[in-house]
């Protein structure tokens, strides 16, 4: 993978260190701790030790004082390796961003340190079964007791719940002039009372399991609610943008493994006479072709990742979102050609491509589907009329 033409020395370096790192552990391990119902806790607790998990939070609670420029890389080159950490996405990119913006400071002494560290993680749950990826369907609502919050509703497809120290939850409050009800977030413990989880059977190989919430009456401090009650969307767009781009990097980071393992089978495999298969066009143009689509997904990611880190949430929002749509169709076309290139070898557990299958889908899906994005585009993009 070339990367001379945009990035610096020092993204250059930690590049080739978290490399170094994630072929220490690679696609066997991964696989071997999924299969045992473990989790990536070796992994996690060496990159943690190396500062890798909270470089783009701010020095003075113990980050890297970077951005999520250098934590997309972190978690591209692992999953490169074949070994991703998906609570990256979720615990420093979604749930540290928000807090270190608009945490009061009791918040970020409470929190940061732990989510830099790697000692604590933080689940983000925003899906709901009624309301999929339609945010202002979302019925989770949140009002006042005296001066606790009572915060009640559901919850799907949450990662990470199990060996999440709490979950940073997207409710709806009303507002006191209009009577709407508008986003807000809310801190709520894993041991909160009210506070129940489910876990939900995947199809998906990964050592993050899903789970559905349910919140009846949870009590929550006045403390719990994270930012301005009346920030609404502001603050929650400030955890969603780093989600979009995160989901780039493990869509990318899943795209190069499996493009890795199909070209050097086409370099070895033979069964004509005259040289390996990959000789032949029709093996290595969509080869070529599939190098090419991640290479520019890579782009709008890094485009996206400047953007945010230099604080224009406006010009962040469309970038993000085209970098994980262009990151999770080339990851798809990827893997596709790459099980197309093995044969049935690509549906072998040895080669370990075929679960590949499901985690590609997963970036066309999540965290929005490649239809809302598309919506986004031509909205505010392109100027078109909305059908909703």
Not at 33 to 55: I, P, Q
Not at 146 to 172: E, Q, Y
Not at 224 to 251: C, H, K, S, W, Y
Not at 324 to 349: C, F, P, R, S
Request: negative net charge; charged residues 20%.
């Amino acid at each position: 993978m070339t990367t001379a033409v945009l990035e610096s020395d020092e993204h250059k370096a930690l590049r080739a260190a978290v490399a170094a790192l994630g072929n220490r552990y690679g696609r066997e391990y991964f696989t071997r701790v999924t299969a045992a119902g473990e989790h990536t806790d070796e992994l996690w607790a060496e990159a943690a030790k190396l500062g890798y998990l909270g470089v783009n939070l701010p020095e003075e609670y113990g980050g890297g004082g970077s951005g999520i420029a250098e934590l997309s890389i972190v978690l591209e080159e692992l999953g490169a390796a074949g070994c991703p950490l998906l609570m990256l996405i979720v615990s420093p990119a979604i749930c540290g961003t928000v807090i270190a913006r608009f945490g009061t400071e009791a918040q970020k002494r409470q929190w940061l340190p732990g989510l830099a560290d790697g000692s604590v993680k933080m689940a983000f749950g925003i899906t709901e079964p009624d309301a999929g990826s339609n945010s202002h369907r979302i019925t989770t609502t949140a009002r006042r007791d005296g001066d606790d919050w009572l915060l009640t509703g559901r919850k799907v497809f949450v990662s990470g719940v199990d060996i999440a120290a709490a979950t940073l939850i997207v409710g709806r409050t009303e507002d006191a002039r209009t009577g709407k009800l508008k986003p807000c977030l809310f801190i709520v413990p894993r041991d909160a009372e009210g506070f129940e989880r489910r876990h939900i059977p995947m199809e998906l190989h990964a050592p993050e399991k899903q789970f559905e919430l349910t919140l009846d009456d949870v009590r929550l401090p006045a403390d719990a609610l994270v930012g301005d009650e009346d920030a609404g969307l502001l603050q929650l767009f400030a955890g969603l943008n780093p989600e979009r781009i995160m989901t780039a990097a493990f869509a990318l980071g899943l795209g190069r493994n499996a493009l890795g393992k199909a070209v050097e089978y086409a370099r070895t495999r033979q069964v004509w006479k005259g040289g390996p298969i990959g000789v032949h066009q029709a093996i290595a143009h969509p080869l070529a072709q599939a190098h090419i689509e991640l290479e520019l997904a890579r782009l709008m990611m890094q485009k996206a990742a400047a953007f945010y880190d230099a604080g224009d949430d406006f010009a962040a929002g469309e970038a993000a979102n085209m970098a994980k749509y262009a990151a999770a169709e080339a990851a798809g076309k990827a893997v596709d050609q790459a099980v197309h290139t093995l044969g049935g070898n690509g549906l072998t557990t040895e080669f370990g491509l075929a679960q590949m299958l499901t985690a590609s889908r997963v970036a066309r899906i999540a965290p929005v589907s490649r239809e809302m994005i598309l919506n986004y585009v031509s909205h505010q993009t392109l100027g078109l009329p909305k059908s909703y």
